[in-house]
Each structure stands twice: as C-alpha cells, then as structure tokens.
C-alpha cells in the first residue's frame, strides 16, 4: 500500500492550492484519510479528516470554512482545497491512512494513522 500526496506549491496570501493524495494497492474509500501538515520546530498537526466510505469530515478550528477535504473514488484520491492561505498554513503537508475502520469516525490524531504519504511542501507568502 503507498499513498502519494502532490498538489503542493509557492502561493500568495489568500490563494488557492489543491492537494491530493492518490493510493494504490487499495481502495482509499474503504478506510478514514487523514491530512496533516508539520512547520518547522512545530509538532505534526491534524489539519482534517474524512470518514471511511462516507463523507462526513472533519476539521481543525484554524482551517474549518477555508479548507474542504472529499473524496474522487473514481481516482482513488483524496483531496484537500485549501483556499484563503494564510502566511501560517506554510508547512509540509502529509496524507495518512487508518487501518482500523469504525464507521462514521476519523481522527485528527497522529498515532491513530497507519500509512503515509511522502509530504508535500506548502508555502504562503505574506
């Protein structure tokens, strides 16, 4: 199982960025997908989560009403809209995979994640 996060990228405050993260070996719908993102001397942070074969999701207080996380199961992607950046959102950003499924729940807790991807590099200039 590998997942692979892209999308990342330079942006101005207040821009767009897309990520996703594409998996194989799997069937991502299956399981809860968690984003994350680290800054430098920071702790990884949960940024946003989506529910196992549903799309219920959930949100961090700092990001909620600017980022939207969903599924493509066409693609087996997941992706994160993060739109109105702000100079605080610049971090490495990772997508991770829970094995163990409980219906209607994911998490925002690191240790709680199984597979990750490679991280993708997101900076917003002020």
């Known amino acids: 199982v590998q997942l692979q996060a892209s999308g990342g990228g330079l942006v101005q405050a207040g821009g767009s960025l897309r990520l996703s993260c594409a998996a194989s070996?799997?069937?991502?719908?299956?399981?809860?997908v968690g984003w994350f993102r680290q800054a430098p001397g920071k702790e990884r942070e949960g940024v946003s989560c989506?529910?196992?074969?549903?799309?219920?999701?959930d949100y961090i207080d700092s990001v909620k009403g600017r980022f939207t996380v969903s599924r493509d199961n066409t693609k087996n992607t997941v992706h994160l809209q993060m739109d109105s950046l702000k100079p605080e959102d610049t971090a490495v950003y990772y997508c991770?995979?829970?094995?163990?499924?409980?219906?209607?729940?994911?998490?925002?807790?690191?240790?709680?994640?199984?597979?990750w991807g490679q991280g993708t590099q997101v900076t917003v200039s002020s």
């Open positions: 989506i529910v196992p074969n549903d799309d219920d999701t």
């Open positions: 070996g799997l069937r991502l719908r299956n399981y809860a």
């Open positions: 991770a995979l829970d094995y163990m499924v409980i219906p209607d729940t994911c998490a925002l807790k690191f240790y709680e994640y199984d597979v």
